[in-house]
């Protein structure tokens, strides 16, 4: 009778073990799946950052490696574009706000800090006195450049980015400087503005035409579309902007006719 217990129990013990061992045997594979999707996850997110990182150019890709014509331009078009249109996003929500407070009686601190900044980036003097805030030049100055006039004009005046200056000056707007204003960095093009990227050429491409006294006209025809509630585009605009180039109407001519070949493209960035 006992010997028959002992048999018993030991087949259960047995049994027991048994099954817990097979539940480790199965479990292995799922805890091996469950800790190979961490590795995963955490191998993504950082292939992820790689990918993110490496896609916010600084310069330009050497577009020379893109046979001419339409896959250069698509190349083009889809490193420059964003850029431009980064920019003007960030002037149209500085724009929305200096109009949603034009007709406020009250600044905050904050707020008077803002203003003086832009008033400082766009060449505005204001002394901070809010009852005496020069809103007409404000409005006027900050303001978008049309996104497919700025990006017909980065393709004209550097060649379809593959110019010197725009792959070592990061330049894409034939933006000359002074000479005293000048470095002259082994390996960049003298004479000429360069940018530590295409982001600040292109910020200095557009506060250059919303603040340099040649442009004057420039920016009052636009001013003169918003009081009529007229959209700014740049088949309104490209024959509004004078002395850019020595060429006069003949360089207007030609990036209108550029721009107007060209706009399907342009339309896929």
Known sequence: MIKTLIK???????????MGLYNTVLASPQVAEA?????????TAHSTKEYSRKSEMSSLPDLRKYPS???????????????????????TAERNWLIKKR?????????????????????????????RIPWNSLLERVDIIPTK????????????GTSKLAR??????????AKKHCNSEPGKVKGYQHYGSLKEGVNS??????????????????????????????????????????KGNRYNNYLFALYQSNQSLMSLY
């Open 168 to 177: 070592s000056n990061n330049n894409l707007f034939g933006m000359k400087c």
């Open 205 to 246: 491409y557009v506060i250059n035409l919303n603040t340099h006294p040649a442009y004057s006209s420039f920016r009052k025809s636009r001013a003169q579309l918003r009081k009529s509630d007229q959209e700014v585009t740049a088949s309104t605009m490209i024959h509004k902007l004078e002395g850019y180039s020595q």
């Open 8 to 18: 018993q129990l030991g087949g259960a013990i047995f049994l027991l073990l048994s």
């Open 103 to 131: 007709y406020s009686s009250r600044f905050s601190l904050t707020e008077i800090t803002r203003l003086k900044d832009i008033t400082r980036r766009y060449k505005i003097a204001w002394q901070g006195n809010t009852k």
């Open 35 to 43: 800790h190979s999707k961490t590795l995963n996850t955490k191998s």
């Open 69 to 91: 014509g339409t896959p250069r331009k698509k190349a083009f078009f889809r490193a420059v574009m964003p850029y431009i249109k980064q920019q003007n996003a960030e002037i």
């Open 149 to 160: 006039m700025a990006a017909t004009m980065a393709a004209v005046e550097s060649g379809w």
